[in-house]
């Protein structure tokens, strides 16, 4: 009896059967791979955004002004709790890399920074408020820039920089320059 065929046959099974199996582990490993990049593009995105709701909410008690020491710094405490940066920054301890984990906690401590410096007194024009907000920037900068890394997003421009004009002064013009002179 000629055992060629039915061998021939039951190998062409195990080899497509085999393939199958293959090209569905890859297709499962890359779909897990997306949907953890996913995850943390959200848990990045969200914490980013506390943060700014936080800084936002601390600013506009700053300019509000007026609140003595006890009702500012229960307004201050309560602006940073419910912005949830607490929170989130459990779940960056938990599921995001040592540098991003490194850079949030620098990010979240430069906030509680702007929140001590307008508890002591200062004002939102003061030095001191303006050299505590142009650090915390910084911070978000560099955390920004680690959660790019962790994500495989190329980083931005060397000469791109976020900064907010209320307070934080741009570039000048050159002396003579047409801006100037308008």
Known sequence: MDWSSPVSTVLGAAVGIS???????????????????????????????????????????????????????????????????????????????????SSGWSALMGLTEIRNALAGGATFDSQEYLATRQRYSELMSSLRDAMRVDLNVPPLPGSFTLRRPDIEPGPQPPAGSQAENS
């Open 19 to 101: 393939s199958a199996l293959v090209v569905d582990w890859a297709r499962s490993r890359r779909d897990r791979h997306q949907q953890w990049d996913q995850l943390r593009r959200q848990m990045y995105t969200d914490f980013m955004a506390a943060l700014n709701v936080g800084v936002g909410d601390l600013e506009d008690i700053a300019r509000r002004g007026g609140l003595i020491a006890p009702e500012r710094d229960q307004a201050l405490w309560q602006a940073l709790q419910a912005a949830g940066v607490w929170r989130i920054h459990q779940q960056l301890l938990i599921s995001a890399p040592p540098p991003v984990i």
